[in-house]
């Protein structure tokens, strides 16, 4: 049932300039976070096909991908903390993410976090800044096959102390993994009924 919202899913548009954004038509759910923490693998579990591109190396995604369901879009964000060779590429790739998060386009945003890394800067400011511009925001912690159970308590006990003192204003923290498939269904979920509760509808 669930499945069903996401299958006929599809890669909209792929921008590189800010002024190419498709209109504002439906929910928004944008899925964030820093280069290879897993944002393009999170979504094609989700849609259960491999329609975003994934790699071992960081900086896969330099444009923002849409992809249009029925009733939502979820937009792929190019990943933050890397260097890319190009000058040119850097600059264009800080500003189209900037400028994007800055519009405050999306409805809801997926903060992912890498289970096996401690927060970064980049990761204070974001989670600082969808604090601040009160987008309501998930926190997303990736990749947890890679943890034991005792692992997963203390990355979690310790993340959670780190963010509280950043921000109050996340609505949850939830593990997931794409690899197992776990609580997929629940971000599915999320996102059907962040759909359904907003004025898109
Ligand atoms: P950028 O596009 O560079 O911003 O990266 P991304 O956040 O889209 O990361 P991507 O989904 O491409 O994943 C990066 C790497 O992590 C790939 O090698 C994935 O196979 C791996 N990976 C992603 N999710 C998981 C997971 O849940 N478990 C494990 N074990 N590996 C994962
Ligand atoms: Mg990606």
Partial sequence: MKEKEFENIFLEKSIGEINQIPAKTLTEIALSGRSNVGK?????????????????????TILINFYK??????????GYGFSLKSR??????????????NSKRPDCVLQLIDSRHDLHDNDKQMINFLSETKIK?????TKVDKLS??????FYLNLKSQISII??????????SAKTGLNINKIRSLIISEAKNSRWY
Avoid: C
């Fill in 40 to 60: 393009s693998s999170l979504l094609n579990s989700i849609i259960s096909k491999k329609i975003a591109y994934t790699s071992k190396n960081a900086g896969k």
């Fill in 69 to 78: 369901a029925k009733n939502f879009r979820i937009a792929d964000v190019p």
């Fill in 88 to 101: 040119n590429e850097k600059t264009r790739f800080n500003k189209l993410t900037d400028e994007y998060f």
């Fill in 137 to 141: 925001f998930y926190i997303i912690l």
């Fill in 149 to 154: 159970n005792s692992q997963y308590e203390q």
């Fill in 167 to 176: 921000s109050q204003n996340y609505s949850e923290i939830i593990r997931v």
